[in-house]
């Protein structure tokens, strides 16, 4: 999942009701600066030192006025005069990736780093191109590797915090989120007047959920340097974190105002308007991003969103149609939300055939097959379902709400015995999940063990989950994450 669309996700989760599946404990995602790439790292002394990410020149997106096709040429004719050339390696797989050969890009990658073993960029890239896939224990493993080479790099520790939340394992994302603020924090007190150091900071404390600690960072980061789009960007996020939406609009407004010619403010206040009710100001802001990048798939996209909110279905089907169009090989949260858009007008049949695409471009992505499962237990194909929550599991075994949601389906089946099994599974990963006592409690309710059902019931309601029903009176309340 690309970073912008784990942002936009998570603004909006309220846009879908199945994108969110599998994503839901990932936390807040980075700002924009992290977006274009990873940060200059902190070295031993607390200095910036070694980019370990896409740079402006670097990144798989970058624009070009000479074909890929030409530009992988101009690559292997330099290997074919080095053979061991790790930059041309490394050349040649950034235009694969822009091409959407994968598979090629992440070859090349290995050979840059066969032969240039140290150098954290060939790691970083090879893991984003892993991400793209869906092979996210791959990309954990690649900043794992960046790390043994600097252990004192903490953009590496936030990127692999961020990856193990995609993969629904909190418990280590949140030591890697430490890990990262504390070599943050010891960089600050040897430099405390670079503003980038607290940007970053706040970027980590956002991604651990500590919105207020993010927000004074933030805001000393603008102290340090008031017309930082960044900073105004990020304390926004942390904003809506602590769902002061307004405030976050505030804050994506001053962005616009320092720079009407950088679109994605221009996003993230139309995910903002869109929270708010304000679609009408959330489709004029993508139209403004549009103006500034007419290619951009990720300002259709959120369009795209929007519409969905509004209830403006085909409106919705089309800008996601679009962003396919302009991203093909990074379309796979827009054929999610394609799908998402398709199974409310009940098309069935639709909605699954895109989440195959999603799929077939991020074929280990555990959120791909929880979203055709949902739809798939939409349809009453409680089998199917049960197949691809199972795969979702395989591929993220610590994410609590792919055991609740196949627990559902075994419950639909009429299995009480494999659903309770589920449930608790789901309870043991998150136990501050009022739904999942919730659901169990329904499942012990329905195998006529009423006291386990009234002391599950009675958890739910400490936790704050409050059903629109009476427990026994049908299906609990929709939560945003299912």
């Known amino acids: 999942m690309s970073i912008m669309s784990r942002l936009l996700s998570a603004v909006t989760a309220s846009c879908t009701t199945v994108f969110v599946l599998l994503v839901s404990n990932a936390g807040l995602p980075p700002t924009v600066a992290q977006a274009n790439g990873l940060e200059a790292t902190v070295g031993q002394q607390g200095n910036p030192s070694t980019e370990v990410g896409p740079t402006d020149d670097q990144s798989p997106r970058s624009d070009s006025l000479r074909p890929i096709d030409e530009a992988i040429a101009d690559s292997t004719r330099a290997l074919e005069r080095n053979p061991e050339d790790s930059d041309a390696f490394g050349s040649r797989a ?4 822009e091409r959407g050969d994968l598979e090629k890009a992440i070859c090349d990658y290995t050979n840059a780093i066969r032969f240039d073993p140290t150098n954290p960029t060939w790691y970083a890239m090879r893991s984003f191109a892993h991400q793209r896939m869906g092979h996210l224990e791959k990309a954990i493993a690649d900043y794992s590797e960046i790390i043994r080479l600097d252990p004192q790099c903490p953009d590496a520790y936030d990127r692999r915090g961020l990856l193990h939340d995609e993969r629904g394992d909190r418990k280590r994302a949140i030591t890697d989120y430490v890990s990262a603020i504390q070599l943050l924090t010891t960089a600050i007190r040897r430099d ?6 607290y940007n970053r900071r706040g970027s980590v404390y956002t991604s651990k959920g500590d919105f207020d600690k993010a927000i004074a960072d933030y805001t000393e980061a603008l102290r340090l340097d008031p017309r930082c789009i960044d900073a105004y960007c990020g304390r926004g996020i942390a904003h809506e974190g602590r769902s002061d939406v307004d405030t976050a609009i505030e804050d994506y407004t001053r962005a616009v105002d320092v720079d009407p010619d950088c679109l994605y403010p221009y996003l993230y206040r139309a995910a903002a308007y869109a929270i708010n009710g304000q679609f009408d100001r959330g489709i004029a802001d993508c139209g403004e991003a549009i103006r500034v990048d007419p290619k951009c798939a990720q300002a259709f996209y959120v369009r795209g969103m929007v ?11 089309a800008d996601y149609t679009k962003a396919i169009r302009l991203d093909p090989n990074g379309a796979t949260d827009a054929y999610l939300s394609r799908a998402a858009v398709h199974e409310k007008k009940g098309d069935f049949v639709r909605a699954i055939a895109d989440c195959g695409e999603a799929i077939r471009l991020a074929p280990q992505a555990p959120r791909t097959y929880g979203v055709r499962a949902f739809v798939h237990m939409r349809r009453g194909d409680l089998d199917k379902a049960i197949a691809d929550y199972t795969e979702a599991i395989r591929l993220a075994p610590q ?20 659903a309770i099994t589920d449930y608790t599974e789901a309870i043991r990963l998150a136990p501050q999940e009022g739904l999942f006592y919730y659901d169990r409690g329904r499942a012990f309710q329905e195998k006529g063990k009423d006291a386990e059902a009234e ?9 704050g989950y409050e059903p629109e029903r009476e427990p026994g009176e049908g299906a609990p309340a929709k939560t945003g994450k299912e």
Request: proline share 2%; charged share 40%.
């Open 94 to 97: 950034r235009w694969y990736f």
């Open 192 to 197: 405390p007047e670079a503003s980038s150091l």
């Open 307 to 317: 519409h969905e909110k509004r209830g403006d279905l085909e409106e919705a089907i």
């Open 399 to 418: 994410e609590g709400f792919a055991y609740q949601r196949r627990g559902v389906a075994f419950q639909k089946k009429g299995n009480l015995d494999k």
């Open 455 to 463: 002391e599950d019931f009675t958890q739910a309601r400490k936790l």
